[in-house]
């Protein structure tokens, strides 16, 4: 069965940190992934697709890399409204299953 | 815009079909997926359906249960779900699925509506 894992499950930081969630597959997807953020209350918002492309709107402090089995979501420098839970999801293909989600808060 | 409705309070083993509709695009033109997400709990992919609605693709589990659909002269989107249980307890997004050539394509969930809740409870 395809696997995703998540990675951490959850992170505190402070304001201006710069942090990185891990997402790993274990089949190469290429770079069928994609990012989403999540505010308590609100439905997903795309952030990356692509694994590097980022969605119109996003903030240029939110980046993604990787290919094949390991990819990764940076944030250069925490704003206030960057303490949310994260998502990845494969779309390489269906089930286009979604990792268990990173929650950071705030330190 | 998408406007999810249909949710509710049910039994175990009963039915029910949630609705999205849609404004504000050509809604024929996109693939459209549903998407839930139990309390506290992560994002689960249900079901998604083609642009005509001439192929549909489910999560494993729900199968055989659930049945996507959709009316373009409504600009409407379905969730059929039959067999309820209880851990079909969820808040369910409609989600429309776009594609960005680069030049490979690459899809993505890029408008969500803001959810029906669904709760199986006898």
């Known amino acids: 069965d395809f696997q995703m894992t998540q990675s951490p499950s959850s992170l505190s930081a402070s304001v201006g940190d710069r942090v990185t969630i891990t997402c790993r597959t274990s089949q190469d997807i290429n770079v069928f992934l994609n990012w989403y953020q999540q505010r308590p209350g609100k439905p997903p918002r795309l952030l990356i697709y692509a694994a590097t492309i980022l969605h119109s709107g996003v903030p240029s402090r939110f980046s993604g890399g990787g290919s094949g089995t390991d990819f990764t979501l940076t944030i250069s420098s925490l704003q206030p409204e960057d303490f949310a839970t994260y998502f990845c999801q494969q779309n390489y293909h269906v089930p286009y299953i979604f990792g268990q989600g990173t929650k950071l808060e705030i330190k | ?122």
């Open chain 2, 1 to 122: 815009q998408l406007v999810e409705s249909g949710g509710g309070v049910v039994q175990p083993g009963t039915s029910l079909r949630l609705s999205c509709s849609v404004s504000g695009f050509t809604f024929r033109n996109f693939f459209m997926s549903w998407v839930r997400q139990a309390p506290g709990k992560g994002l689960e992919w249900v079901a998604q359906l083609t642009d005509d609605g001439s192929a549909r693709h489910y999560a494993g589990s729900l199968r055989g249960r659930f049945t996507i659909s959709r009316d373009n002269s409504k600009n409407t989107l379905y969730l059929q779900m039959n067999n309820l249980r209880v851990d079909d307890t969820a808040v369910y997004y409609c989600v429309r699925r776009s594609v960005s050539c680069h030049p490979l394509c690459y899809y993505y969930l890029d408008v969500w509506g803001e959810g029906t809740a669904v709760t199986v409870t006898s």
